[in-house]
């Protein structure tokens, strides 16, 4: 039995930039520190680091006034940092931000085109909070979303009911590459205009109709390595937590190229009968999967071969 680890598997910078911020002001600030909802969607992490005593509220009203508090990775709406400043926690003296900048990255490409006329469209999750977080700066709970590819006619609907003059599409930084290629040439095979690629920079916005690639690079590299291995192996193994997005979708990346995909949170949910006469097995693991996780599992394998 070969085991084969897709390329960069596991933690990306945004997720290890958070859990490093978490940690130090822990460390400066023990059984004080305060971290506002999953600091990244893994399970396990987020034990350890209660284990380093840090507190996880689920609720900005669970947080003491003045509390030393962070803000996860994934992003927060303004109505956070207003109803953080109403108790007293404020950037630069009590709050420290967690938010990738790849995040922020896709807030400031949303602000600029919503502020340059554009009808903006999110490609993602609506409950996943960097959607609420890039959401907030667009129309909040009325922004349009497109959730998959088949998502595509009722895009195409929205725009052509409400005579938009000029739309941009953005997305989620952990979506499926593929899907957003499929969701923008369905798009174009059913409308009148064709939306056509603005880079990143957003120096040319002359065209009215428009996309932007808004999927982080991490994420790209996650889902290439995936796909890499998933062409060669007999049984896929995808780790991650369980309301992990990237990973979520590197499980479903793997489906499409018709391999048997398995999606665990850790070892103990191996099953030795996955493994019965095959040969290769690939592991891939999500962008907030630590090592010993990836770890575990290569050994539990091991062991059951
Ligand atoms: S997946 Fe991308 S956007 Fe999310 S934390 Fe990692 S690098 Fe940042």
Known sequence: MEIMVAKNAGFCFGVKRAIDIAEDVAKKNPKKTYVYGQLVHNERVIE??????IEFAEKIGSIPNEAITVLRAHGEPGTTYSD??????????????????????????????KN????????????????????????GKDTFFAESAEDALSVVDY???????????????TMSVAGYDKLIGSINNNFEAKFEKMQLNLADMSNKFVFVDTIC?????????????????????IIGGKNSS????????????GVE???????????ANWFKDKEKIGISAGASTPDI??????EAINKIA
């Open 48 to 53: 350890e680091l209660g284990k380093k005593g």
């Open 84 to 113: 953080l400043k109403k108790k007293s926690i404020i950037s630069g003296k009590n709050l420290n931000d967690a938010t990738c900048p790849l995040v922020t990255l896709v807030h400031n490409v949303a602000i600029k085109l």
């Open 116 to 139: 340059n006329g554009y009808e903006v469209i999110l490609f993602g999750k609506r409950d996943h909070p960097e959607s609420i977080g890039t959401s907030y700066h667009l129309q």
């Open 159 to 173: 725009i052509t009911s409400n005579n938009f003059y000029k739309v941009a599409i953005i997305s989620q930084t």
């Open 217 to 237: 690079n991490p994420t790209k590299q996650r889902q290439l390595g995936t796909e890499d291995i998933a062409k060669k192996a007999d049984v896929m193994i």
């Open 246 to 257: 990237n990973s979520k979708e590197l499980a479903a990346k793997s489906r499409s190229i």
């Open 261 to 271: 995909t398995h999606f665990i949170q850790s070892q103990d949910q191996l099953e």
């Open 293 to 298: 996780t990836i770890n575990e599992v290569v």
